[in-house]
């Protein structure tokens, strides 16, 4: 069982920046194949963010947020995070980091179903 504990969200002027981190703990060898960043928005749905495979670090993001925001991970401290830049208020949402234990995570970053583990949720909040 992986263990995830989200901070970093809050309240930022558009154009402004936060950091989200994602702390993981527990698991079995080889359950954290990738960590993805999603978002869920009310009245939407949860939608991909970014991701990142653990032991290369190859990122990948969404088209929405290319160019915006930053992944990256921790080996050391288990924690990645999620650098967001130049926000705007269409990234209000809730944000969640999820871990995948798919082997295949290069291809399968995009789907909810490739992540086992959730973490609770952290909101952000983008004023205009």
């Known amino acids: 069982q992986v263990q995830l504990v989200e901070s970093g969200g809050g309240l930022a002027q558009a154009g402004g920046s936060l950091r989200l981190s994602c702390a993981a703990s527990?698991?079995?060898?080889?359950?954290?194949?990738?960590v993805g960043w999603w978002r869920q928005a009310p009245g939407k749905e949860r939608e991909f963010v970014a991701g990142i495979k653990w032991s290369r670090g190859s990122t990948y993001y969404a088209d929405s947020v290319y160019g915006r925001f930053t992944i990256s991970r921790d080996n050391a401290e288990n924690t990645a995070y999620l650098q967001m830049n130049n926000l705007k208020p269409e990234d209000t949402a809730i944000y969640y980091c999820?871990?995948?234990?798919?082997?295949?995570?290069?291809?399968?970053?995009?789907?909810?179903?490739?992540?086992?583990?959730w973490g609770q949720g952290t909101q952000v909040t983008v004023s205009s």
């Open positions: 999820a871990v995948s234990g798919a082997i295949n995570y290069d291809s399968m970053y995009g789907y909810t179903g490739a992540y086992d583990y």
């Open positions: 527990g698991g079995r060898r080889g359950s954290k194949q990738g």
